[in-house]
């Protein structure tokens, strides 16, 4: 059903089961999957393609264009996946670039008022709660839990299962299974998002374990990796390491660590 105040150009791509809400308007190149619900004063623009059952509530917009200035109106794309639901007012920018899309995937909460920028990929079941805001390239991978008025810094990398705590700010990358707080800062696992997705006891020791042989040993950061390697051998581990392994920008220091480091520095 559209309402009647709705404007939806004839060019755009709505299956029969698609719900659209008063006042919506729905761009010439977006294309809406199966059981789709569009609500009230809702914005959908942009090369955007967006498979079944999503559901947008009042005030979104998505697929505008991205906050870059050297973006010069190239057509360029926005992918959502399955059964996401967008709280009122939700931004989701297009990519600033043909060569690379911004894309969402499935079964994802993007709750009121935040903000995802051009070229950003978000995986899977990802929480985002209000205000938080995240900005273009980044990359966010599968169960992530953005508290309220999180900050994320562009091209920052966001590992499975990461949580951040409210008001958290982030520029440096945030390891698979950890906790962000404050500034640049991690205070320890997600045991409560581990112990939901399935990982035993004996798993969460061995990260456990993990993370102070290499946020909390004193090591520098590439010998702690080195000796890890050699311990830990399993899946959960190696998703771990290799994401430590494999950034360009510095991965977020251990609470208690960076504290140590900033007194050694002092000239108190």
Partial sequence: MIHPTAIVHPKAQLDSTVSVGPYAVIGEHVALGPGCRVGPHAYLTGHTTIGAN??????????????????????????????????????????????????????????????????????????????????????????????????????????????????????KDLPPYCVARGDNRICGLNVVGLRRAGFTSEQRLELKRLYHALFRSGQKLRAALEAARQESTSEAARVLLDFVAGGQRGVCADVGQAAEDESAGSAD
């Fill in 54 to 171: 999503n559901v947008f509530h009042a005030g979104c917009v998505i697929g505008d264009a991205p906050q870059d200035l050297k973006y010069k109106d190239a057509p360029t794309r926005l992918r959502i996946g399955e059964q996401n639901i967008f709280r009122e007012h939700v931004t989701v920018h297009r990519a600033n670039q043909l060569q690379e899309d911004t894309v969402l995937g499935s079964h994802n909460f993007l709750m009121a008022h935040c903000h995802v920028g051009h070229n950003a990929h978000l995986g899977d079941h990802v929480i985002i709660a209000n205000g938080a805001l995240i900005a273009g390239h980044v990359a966010i991978a599968d169960r992530v839990f953005l508290s309220g008025n999180c900050l994320v810094h562009q091209f920052v990398r966001l590992g499975t299962l990461a949580l951040m705590q409210g008001g958290s700010a982030i520029s």
